[in-house]
């Protein structure tokens, strides 16, 4: 029997009040997962940025395209 047989078999026999309780944990635990997703997601996206800030300040704004393919190793 796997897990959610076995849940459904136990509520059976429960009163509608704890079943009411039930179906609440289950919401309570769904929205726990969603909350913990959206932090990693939120933990990720700073290292990211960490990762980005790292190299701020190296380059000064000005861009010349020549200049770019203009270098020794492309000669």
Not at 29 to 57: I, P
Request: some cysteine; charged content about 35%.
């Amino acid at each position: 029997m796997i897990t959610a047989e076995k849940i459904l078999e136990e509520a059976r026999g429960l009163p509608e009040f704890e079943l009411r309780e039930v179906l609440e944990f289950v919401s309570y635990l769904k929205s726990r997962r969603s909350q913990l997703a959206a932090h990693e997601t939120a933990v990720e996206a700073n290292a990211d940025w960490a990762e980005f800030e790292k190299g701020a300040g190296f380059w000064s704004g000005k861009f010349d395209r020549a200049e770019c393919y203009d270098r020794k190793i492309l000669r």
